[in-house]
């Protein structure tokens, strides 16, 4: 078990018009200027936006490979260790936060990765 960062970056770039930015410690993925996931490579970790309740849901069963990491307008962000978590629950992870963020139009035109 366990995602390489490489593996976690070619999932993020299979998804339609996401836009890195390259900051100090991290890098951040949007969507149209609207964020969706974080990743640290330091720590090898990814902040990916959620739903409130999948946020309390994943933290609960599993505090080992997700945490916290704050809560806005609505949606609760989570950390995810990628060391913890395999390829396939990551891909619907990083979809999910993508179609969080994304306009309805492009989501419709992009209903799975």
């Keep these: ?52 309740s999948e946020q309390i849901a994943l933290v609960t069963e599993r505090p080992d490979v997700f945490e916290v990491q704050f809560t806005a307008g609505g949606f609760g962000w989570v950390v995810v260790h990628l060391r913890g978590i395999d390829a396939d629950e990551l891909k619907e992870l990083v979809y999910e936060a993508w179609r969080l963020s994304a306009p309805e139009p492009l989501v419709e035109e992009h209903p799975t990765p």
Excluded: C, H, I, N
């Excluded at 970056?9 to 996931?37: C, I, N, P, Q």
């Design 1 to 52: 078990m366990g995602v390489p960062s490489g593996k976690f970056m070619r999932m993020v770039d299979r998804l339609a018009e996401v836009e890195r930015a390259e900051a100090r410690d991290y890098t951040s993925f949007s969507v149209r200027g609207k964020r969706f996931g974080y990743y640290w490579p330091r720590t090898e970790t990814v902040g990916l936006k959620q739903t409130l």
